[in-house]
C-alpha cells in the first residue's frame, strides 16, 4: 500500500503542479474542438446565410423538407416557391438547403 506522501512519482513530496501544467490538457482539448469542430460550422453557416441573402425570383431551389420549386417572390423572413402550375407555397428562408442550376444540379450548397 502506498502513502500519498511516501510515493514520490517524480516531484517532491507535498508538492502541486503548477495551474498551467495543469490546464494544459484542457486548452489543447478546447483548440481541437475549435479547429474540428466551432470553425467549420462557423464557416457553414455563414455560407448558408450568404446562399439566403443573395435568394431571387426564378432560382430552383430544394428546401429542407425535399420539396424542389422555382422562388417567385422573396419577401424578409420568407419566400415563395411555385412547385406546379397552380401551386405556390410560402416557406421561411432558412428552411432552404441548396439553390439548383437550370439542369437540375446543385450550384450552392447551405
Do not use: C, W
Not at 24 to 49: D, E, G, W
Not at 74 to 103: A, F, G
Amino acid at each position: 500500500m502506498f502513502l500519498y506522501a511516501g510515493a514520490g512519482g517524480g516531484e517532491a513530496a507535498g508538492q502541486q503542479p503548477s495551474m498551467l501544467t495543469a490546464l494544459f490538457p484542457f486548452i489543447i482539448i478546447f483548440v481541437i474542438f475549435y479547429f474540428l469542430i466551432i470553425m467549420p460550422a462557423r464557416k457553414k453557416q455563414k455560407q448558408h446565410q450568404s446562399l439566403l441573402s443573395s435568394l431571387k425570383g426564378g432560382e430552383r431551389v430544394v428546401t429542407g423538407g425535399g420539396i424542389f420549386g422555382t422562388v417567385t417572390r422573396v419577401m424578409e423572413d420568407r419566400i415563395e416557391i411555385k412547385v406546379d402550375k397552380n401551386t405556390t407555397l410560402q416557406v421561411t428562408k432558412q428552411s432552404v438547403t441548396t439553390v439548383l442550376s437550370p439542369e437540375g444540379q446543385e450550384t450552392k450548397a447551405g
